[in-house]
């Protein structure tokens, strides 16, 4: 069996990944809190963990891998936007318009991912439906001496856990409480101490509880839906590095009290953020944009998964569009060195090693620039889609084979021998429009006229060209 190294952020070491049980290998990443479309940097976690996880199956069988990513769907924002919909008309009680509101996000998360060729968790489970759940854990936090109630709040207690807390991130808790940015409340007994229960309104959504009407924290969400669904102890906890603090230490800090003789996660896993043109994304840079925005402007679901992969998860990636031409040139011609066969009965040794190494995506793609060169068809399917690359479903947007446009790059490069002769450019400039509307990429050099098919090609308006 492949030995899969991990670099797990708690030991801050490449380890050789042992699971609890090669029977039942668990996962938990932390998933999206629903309130709006997900951006490019939402995406990548998505896109990292989804690899991860096809390595897994890859390794141990699909039916021995459980894969949870949660959606918090009890937050702020989703109230927010909820009640600006109902000040703007929207019928409906204020929690009708919140549980419409996650549900529609949802949908949207699930469709955008899936345009990313993300394979779907075996368990997606949403945090209104662990209410009681958390209530228990809370409860016995208390019982244990680990948490207190003030106020309509619950709290736990820092104190409790101080000799351990900060051991992810590497923090001391001096330097924590020196340099967060911290809630300040007169019934919390020291300042990092974080909530676990907190008042709701009559209007916004809540759940009856020992300490009044009120509704969960964000950090005890995910202890306890991993709790219910992967038990006291588990393979793999990932997310983005933006969560290694507060929120997975506080996790860490939360589950360890409540099952003490758990484990909770052995391996951390924290992926880098993102970049767009060298910059962080940022709506005042007016580089922001969601997953839909790409999709909707024409850029594939496999093109963005290309780009992601380039980069190994573990170091800042840069979004550009000059990489995004270059990965769709890419997989247009690997899919037509593929069309029509079967993929071979294993992905190539060398793509899995990579793999296997920390999730080498960028030397396993380099494998599969090697075995396209070599002209491996068969090999280089089988690795690509082992990576979530040329599957049957991500494939209709390359599908250009029924349009040959060799007549109509003839027609440009005869107009421009013309055009050179007379100085009038005026057919040239209208042909190179045309074919732009059209959704391909003119290319002219001193070796002749190449017309490629972008990501928005459209064949039906050629006609009449």
Same mark, same amino acid.
Request: hydrophobic residues 40%; aromatic residues 8%; contains cysteine.
């Given at each position: ?15 050789? /990944? ?11 990443? #932390? ?124 709290? /736990? ?8 807390? !900060? ?54 969400? #995910? ?33 360890? #009290? ?189 070796? !002749? ?17």
């Amino acid at each position: 069996m492949t030995t899969i190294k991990l670099h797990n952020t708690r030991t801050r070491t490449k380890e050789d /990944f042992v699971p609890i049980s090669a029977d039942n290998v668990r996962m938990y990443v #932390c998933g999206p809190t629903v309130y709006d479309r997900a951006h490019l940097g939402n995406a990548r976690p998505v896109v990292v963990f989804d690899v991860l996880y096809r390595l897994l199956r890859h390794t141990y069988g699909a039916d021995h891998v459980t894969y949870v990513r949660n959606f918090t769907d009890v937050d702020d924002k989703i109230n927010a936007t909820a009640l600006a919909r109902q000040q703007a008309g929207a019928e409906g009680t204020l929690e009708q318009l919140v549980q419409e509101r996650s549900k529609e996000t949802i949908g949207w998360y699930l469709h955008d991912m899936g345009a990313l060729g993300a394979l779907e968790p075996n368990e997606m489970p949403r945090a209104t439906q662990y209410i009681a759940q958390m209530i228990a854990m809370i409860e016995d936090l208390i019982a244990k001496g680990h948490a207190y109630a003030a106020e309509g709040h619950v709290l /736990f207690a820092v104190d409790s856990w101080k000799e351990h807390y !900060g051991e992810l991130s590497g923090r001391s808790l001096d330097d924590m409480i020196a340099g967060a940015r911290v809630e300040v409340a007169p019934y919390k007994k020291n300042p990092m101490d974080f909530v676990l229960w907190k008042p709701s309104t009559d209007e916004l959504p809540g759940w009856d509880s020992p300490w009044g009407r009120g509704r969960p924290g964000w950090h005890i969400e #995910c202890s306890a839906m991993s709790y219910e669904l992967l038990g006291e102890s588990f393979d793999i906890h990932g997310g983005g590095n933006d969560l290694m603090f507060p929120h997975h230490e506080n996790e860490i800090a939360q589950s360890k #009290c409540a099952h003490p003789h758990g484990e909770f996660a052995k391996v951390w896993l924290h992926n880098e953020m993102l970049q767009v043109e060298g910059k962080k994304m940022s709506k005042s840079l007016g580089n922001f944009f969601t997953v839909h925005d790409l999709l909707e402007q024409g850029v594939p679901g496999e093109v963005i998964r290309f780009v992601f992969l380039q980069t190994h998860y573990r170091k800042p990636m840069d979004w550009t569009e000059k990489k995004a031409r270059e990965a769709e040139a890419t997989l247009r011609k690997w899919r037509a060195l593929t069309s029509g066969i079967e993929p071979a009965a294993s992905a190539a040794p060398a793509v899995i090693a990579a793999l296997s190494d920390d999730l080498n995506t960028a030397g396993a793609l380099a494998e599969l620039h090697r075995l396209a060169a070599d002209g491996d068809a068969v090999g280089l399917l089988a690795s690509a889609q082992l990576l979530g690359l040329l599957t049957p479903v991500m494939g209709a947007w390359a599908d250009t084979t029924s349009t040959d446009l060799s007549a109509h790059a003839d027609r440009l490069a005869d107009a421009r021998v013309i055009a050179m002769q007379s100085k009038d450019f005026s057919e040239v400039d209208r042909l190179k429009a045309a074919y732009l509307a059209a959704g391909l990429e003119v290319r002219m050099s001193k070796d !002749g006229v190449e017309l490629v098919p972008g990501a928005g090609f459209d064949a039906a308006k050629l006609e009449g060209v």
